[in-house]
């Protein structure tokens, strides 16, 4: 795992012990990952945790040393976890790794406020990362062959998380998770104010898309109209925002245009992108790292791997964080769903 030590905390035996304890027993006190009584517990609940977690956390959230950090060293029972699944699709809720999702929660809840998408994996609150076989080539969490190419977590939408937390079940091929953040006086003032301008376009990624939710097969499309809006409107956003002197990222070049009457944008982009590239470092989550990645600072990807669909692969979960649940009020169907949508 290449990380600066200040990047990481490893829980000693004892916090392993501790973390993995509270996450069984609420697992058999809850019903699941969107059990109300449980979002709402989530701080109360988050006591409960090593006081060094708490503390690595919540700095992490509030003083942005880092653009991402890792807690290491969790006790994730292959035993009780079983295979890593074939698809997420009608897989049962909660499952047999539900400790382990309400781990992320507990995290997410030092953070933030845990929230998810109608329109990934089905509108479930944590998400399940590992190959599937009829995604191997696609651009999403779910492939595999192909370079899956750094961005901002849902870039193209004004209320895209402020933070992720992926606690890797398993990483027996150490497949790593590529990161990347902007270097201060890298640019010239000039491109800088280019890039703090409403001058670039970004499309949803593919997770969001209808044919990758198993709803949309069953003809329950309503939730995707606000994303066919987003894909219509084309609206112009700026790519750094922030101060100027450590700006923020709003990036996703896979899916990002730029009009052609306009090359000093795309120069810019062009500039910006080559910096990060520069800078792209690997980190190999082992089995029980967490990694929290500040969504505004790093952008995040991973690397191409073959993967063996024989119940062995990498499997993550994941959720996404926000400082502030009401911004989305406008697009989550009643006050207390955390669902955008």
């Given at each position: 795992?290449?990380?600066?030590?200040?990047?990481?905390?490893?829980?000693?035996?004892?916090?392993?012990?501790?973390?993995?304890?509270?996450?069984?027993?609420?697992?058999?006190?809850?019903a699941g990952d969107d059990d109300p009584?449980?979002?709402?517990?989530?701080?109360?609940?988050?006591?409960?945790?090593?006081?060094?977690?708490?503390?690595?956390?919540?700095?992490?959230?509030?003083?942005?040393?880092?653009?991402?950090?890792?807690?290491?060293?969790?006790?994730?029972?292959?035993?009780?976890?079983?295979?890593?699944?074939?698809?997420?699709?009608?897989?049962?809720?909660?499952?047999?790794?539900?400790?382990?999702?309400?781990?992320?929660?507990?995290?997410?809840?030092?953070?933030?406020?845990?929230?998810?998408?109608?329109?990934?994996?089905?509108?479930?609150?944590?998400?399940?990362?590992?190959?599937?076989?009829?995604?191997?080539?696609?651009?999403?969490?779910?492939?595999?062959?192909?370079?899956?190419?750094?961005?901002?977590?849902?870039?193209?939408?004004?209320?895209?998380?402020?933070?992720?937390?992926?606690?890797?079940?398993?990483?027996?091929?150490?497949?790593?998770?590529?990161?990347?953040?902007?270097?201060?006086?890298?640019?010239?003032?000039?491109?800088?104010?280019?890039?703090?301008?409403?001058?670039?376009?970004?499309?949803?990624?593919?997770?969001?898309?209808?044919?990758?939710?198993?709803?949309?097969?069953?003809?329950?499309?309503?939730?995707?109209?606000?994303?066919?809006?987003?894909?219509h409107e084309r609206r112009p956003v700026a790519v750094l925002f922030?101060?100027?002197?450590?700006?923020?990222?709003?990036?996703?070049?896979?899916?990002?245009?730029?009009?052609?009457?306009?090359?000093?944008?795309?120069?810019?982009?062009?500039?910006?992108?080559?910096?990060?590239?520069?800078?792209?470092?690997?980190?190999?989550?082992?089995?029980?790292?967490?990694?929290?990645?500040?969504?505004?600072?790093?952008?995040?990807?991973?690397?191409?791997?073959?993967?063996?669909?024989?119940?062995?692969?990498?499997?993550?979960?994941?959720?996404?964080?926000?400082?502030?649940?009401?911004?989305?009020?406008?697009?989550?169907?009643?006050?207390?769903?955390?669902?955008?949508?």
């Amino acid at each position: 795992m290449a990380t600066d030590h200040n990047q990481v905390l490893t829980l000693t035996p004892d916090e392993a012990r501790q973390t993995a304890d509270l996450t069984i027993r609420l697992a058999e006190r809850y019903a699941g990952d969107d059990d109300p009584e449980l979002l709402l517990d989530l701080p109360r609940l988050a006591v409960g945790l090593p006081v060094r977690t708490q503390r690595f956390l919540r700095t992490f959230a509030t003083a942005e040393p880092t653009g991402f950090g890792v807690v290491s060293g969790h006790l994730f029972d292959q035993d009780r976890i079983g295979p890593t699944p074939e698809d997420w699709h009608e897989r049962p809720r909660p499952n047999k790794e539900f400790p382990e999702e309400i781990l992320v929660l507990l995290y997410a809840g030092l953070l933030g406020e845990p929230f998810g998408w109608t329109t990934q994996q089905d509108g479930r609150l944590v998400h399940d990362v590992f190959p599937v076989r009829k995604h191997e080539h696609d651009q999403l969490g779910l492939g595999s062959k192909e370079l899956l190419t750094w961005h901002t977590e849902d870039a193209f939408h004004p209320y895209r998380g402020d933070y992720l937390v992926l606690a890797s079940l398993r990483n027996p091929d150490r497949v790593a998770t590529t990161v990347g953040e902007y270097v201060p006086d890298a640019l010239s003032p000039a491109d800088l104010e280019v890039l703090f301008e409403e001058r670039f376009h970004i499309a949803p990624d593919e997770s969001h898309l209808p044919k990758n939710n198993s709803h949309a097969s069953d003809g329950d499309t309503g939730q995707f109209a606000a994303l066919e809006e987003f894909i219509h409107e084309r609206r112009p956003v700026a790519v750094l925002f922030g101060l100027r002197q450590e700006p923020y990222l709003r990036l996703d070049p896979y899916f990002m245009e730029v009009s052609e009457d306009d090359p000093e944008a795309r120069q810019a982009l062009d500039k910006l992108i080559a910096v990060i590239d520069a800078g792209l470092r690997e980190v190999a989550l082992e089995q029980g790292d967490c990694l929290v990645i500040n969504n505004h600072r790093v952008v995040h990807g991973r690397v191409p791997f073959t993967a063996r669909f024989d119940g062995t692969d990498r499997w993550l979960k994941r959720i996404n964080v926000t400082h502030d649940l009401r911004k989305s009020r406008t697009m989550r169907a009643t006050s207390s769903t955390r669902l955008i949508g």
